[in-house]
Each structure stands twice: as structure tokens, then as C-alpha cells.
């Protein structure tokens, strides 16, 4: 079955306490991104990434770090979580180099930073 | 202001009625345009495109207005399985950001 996997898909943690959050695709798609959902704001994008090895910020990377060194995953790492980052988190793939295509968003992850 | 906006909602209208949402976007040189439908607590998952000349699937209709920088989504005949949040998505051209969604707009259809 295509899709888009993330792990966990929910997590409690202390501030400061690093995490990273898992997201894999058996779809072949070049486009990876990772988004939060936070009430009355949207989806707001943190990073993308058009290929392996190529990275970008999206309008929040801020306390997020990426790294695409295989084509199928795409892991968001929070070095040092504070409560801000508090959060509905999605990862999302699409075939092509960029996002005009249709986007394949995996299950979510709901972190709490206490 | 923001870039993509929406109707704040939420909207509660009974079956079978006809329901439209507007979006406005403020990048004139935006490409492409999408509506995702988004259940409860799910992710987001595409509703239909929007082509420059209008398209139907069902008993849903997607418009582009280049002119004045709006989408419309319309539902007709509406169902209870249409409950859900409808999520507005402009594609920026030339941005390295790529895509930028609305808030969304709550529908809740009622028996």
C-alpha cells in the first residue's frame, strides 16, 4: 500500500530533551516536507526537501533540523525542545522536485513539550 | 495580511443544502491551486485542483478568479460524510517555499 509513515504518532517530552521524529514514504517521491498545525494558524511548512541531500527552510525552521540522505525517509530532529513547539506535526511527500503536485500527508504526530 | 485567507466559518448547514467557501490569495504570480479536505484530528488529503476554467467532480465545484485572486469551492446536495475542514492551497511561483495553506474553514452538516 502507498503511504506516508511517521513515528511516533504521539509523544510527551521535557523541554530541552532532544527527539526526532521518524517519516518514511514507499512511494519513489523526490518532494518531502514537514508541516505544523496549530489552531487558527494552518499548516505552516518547516522544512522541505527536493531530492537527497537537498534541503530548505520553510516558514518555521527554527528549532527544527532535517536531513534527506536517503530518498524514502525524512527525519525532523528537535535538538532542544521548549514548549513553543508544542504541536500537530505532519510529513508529506509528492512526486516531482517541487510541491505543485499532489501531496501525500502521513498520519500526524502530536507532541507536548511540558 | 495573510497569504492565502479563508472564510473563518464554521459553517453548520443541514443535508442537502448548498454550501460555498471563498479563498483569497495576495501572490498575483501564484501557479496552482488545491482544496484538501481534512477530517478530525486526521491528516489532510486532496479534495480537487483548481483549473482556470472552473472544474466539477460530483457534486463538488472548484473556480479560479486570476482577476481578483480568489478560489471557491462549492458543495451541493450536501451530506453528513462532508463534515470536515476545507483547506485552501496556493502554490507560490518562484518562492522556495512552494506551497502555502489557508487555515481552513469548518463545514458541519447536520441531519
Known amino acids: 500500500e502507498a503511504q506516508v509513515t511517521q513515528n511516533p504518532r504521539y509523544l510527551i517530552t521535557v523541554t530541552g530533551k532532544k527527539l526526532t521524529v521518524t517519516c518514511s514514504q514507499n512511494?519513489?517521491?523526490?518532494?518531502m516536507s514537514w508541516y505544523r498545525q496549530d489552531p487558527g494558524l494552518g499548516l505552516r511548512q518547516i522544512y522541505y526537501s527536493m531530492n537527497v541531500e537537498v534541503t530548505d527552510k520553510g516558514d518555521v525552521p527554527e528549532g527544527y533540523k532535517v536531513s534527506r540522505k536517503e530518498k524514502r525517509n525524512f527525519p525532523l530532529i528537535l535538538e532542544s525542545p521548549s514548549p513553543n513547539q508544542t504541536s500537530l506535526y505532519f510529513c508529506a511527500s509528492s512526486p516531482g522536485t517541487g510541491g505543485k503536485e499532489t501531496q501525500y500527508f502521513g498520519p500526524g504526530t502530536r507532541l507536548l513539550v511540558l | 495580511r495573510k497569504e492565502v485567507e479563508q472564510d473563518p466559518g464554521p459553517f453548520n448547514v443541514p443535508e442537502g443544502a448548498t454550501v460555498a467557501f471563498n479563498c483569497t490569495y495576495s501572490n498575483s504570480a501564484s501557479q496552482s491551486f488545491f482544496w484538501y479536505r481534512q477530517d478530525c484530528r486526521k491528516e489532510p488529503k486532496l479534495l480537487m485542483s483548481?483549473?482556470?476554467s472552473g472544474n466539477e467532480d460530483g457534486r463538488f465545484t472548484a473556480q479560479l478568479n486570476r482577476a481578483s485572486q480568489y478560489i471557491s469551492l462549492l458543495i451541493r446536495d450536501s451530506k453528513l460524510s462532508d463534515s470536515a475542514t476545507y483547506l485552501c492551497?496556493?502554490?507560490?511561483?518562484?518562492?522556495?517555499?512552494?506551497?502555502?495553506f489557508g487555515s481552513g474553514t469548518q463545514l458541519t452538516v447536520l441531519p
Open positions: 492551497v496556493v502554490t507560490q511561483s518562484g518562492s522556495a517555499r512552494q506551497l502555502t
Open positions: 512511494m519513489n517521491h523526490e518532494y
Open positions: 483548481v483549473y482556470s
